[in-house]
């Protein structure tokens, strides 16, 4: 009879590190090798300037010191981090515009960041000639998974939700991957998305992209605080049932 109740216990010890299923540890497990055309979700991937927004412009020039005070945060952001650098820039105001030196406010709602810097190119080129102009949005992405939340940067315009999460750096093996929470505003409406990571769908989904000042909302698993393997809980319940399977075995000699 003992030796019956060391086999349980052993299994129970194996059993509760392996009580979720492996398909939903996995991200697009269902995925086969195969090479994909990117023209059908391109078009999600464009970001759009809107009012609250902080954008970074560049004027540059043969001569920089006649258009040097068109560039008042360049000197700023070159000696502050990064997190100092995303609050930095032309806070695109609620009417949608910009106060820009020289030329006053200047519309930039609801255009992309080439328009806009072809906009401002335009007219500037009435007091400049040989000017090029550089606009970057000064974009961010929240993650939240049930223990902690970490604002992403976003260094480029075509972040993708893998990479969000990469540099997020607090998930959990045992998060639920199949019940992320996407929520976007966007042409003053806030859109709630439920998306699943372990399916190859989510390569096709329009949220593939992320916008600026999306919000992710990662649901921890069940046993995610347990059976994560950072967890003390995990190791020590680990421990506990080795210990009190060979206890049982002992007795049983």
């Not at 906009?119 to 902690?148: A, C, H, M, T, W």
């Not at 990571?197 to 909302?217: A, C, G, M, R, T």
Request: glycine share 6%; charged share 15%; proline share 5%.
């Amino acid at each position: 009879m003992n030796k019956i109740y060391a086999i349980i216990a052993v299994f129970l010890v194996f059993g509760f590190s392996s009580c979720v299923q492996t398909n939903k540890l996995y991200l697009f497990d269902d995925q086969k090798p195969s090479v994909q055309q990117l023209d059908s979700v391109k078009s999600f991937a464009i970001q759009r300037i809107y009012p609250a927004d902080r954008i970074t412009i560049t004027i540059s020039s043969t001569d920089p010191a006649l258009t040097s005070y068109l560039n008042p945060f360049n000197l700023q952001m070159s000696q502050s981090n990064s997190s100092q650098q995303i609050n930095s820039g032309f806070l695109v105001g609620p009417e949608g515009a910009i106060e820009f030196p020289l030329l006053g406010k200047v519309p930039v709602a609801g255009l992309t960041t080439p328009e806009a810097a072809t906009l401002i190119k335009e007219r500037l080129s009435y007091y400049y000639k040989d000017l090029f102009v550089n606009v970057n949005l000064n974009g961010r992405i929240f993650f939240i998974n049930g223990r902690q939340g970490t604002p992403i940067q976003m260094f480029n315009e075509r972040l993708t939700i893998f990479e969000a999460l990469s540099q997020s750096g607090v998930q959990d093996a045992f998060d639920m991957k199949n019940q992320l929470w996407l929520v976007r505003e966007d042409s003053g409406q806030r859109y709630f998305v439920k998306l699943d990571l372990n399916s190859k769908k989510i390569f096709e989904s329009p949220y593939y992209f992320l916008h600026n000042n999306d919000v992710i909302y990662l649901k921890p698993g069940k046993y995610a605080s347990v059976l994560s393997p950072s967890s003390p809980a995990r190791g020590i319940i680990t421990l506990a049932g080795t210990l009190a399977a060979l206890i049982i075995a002992i007795k049983s000699l």
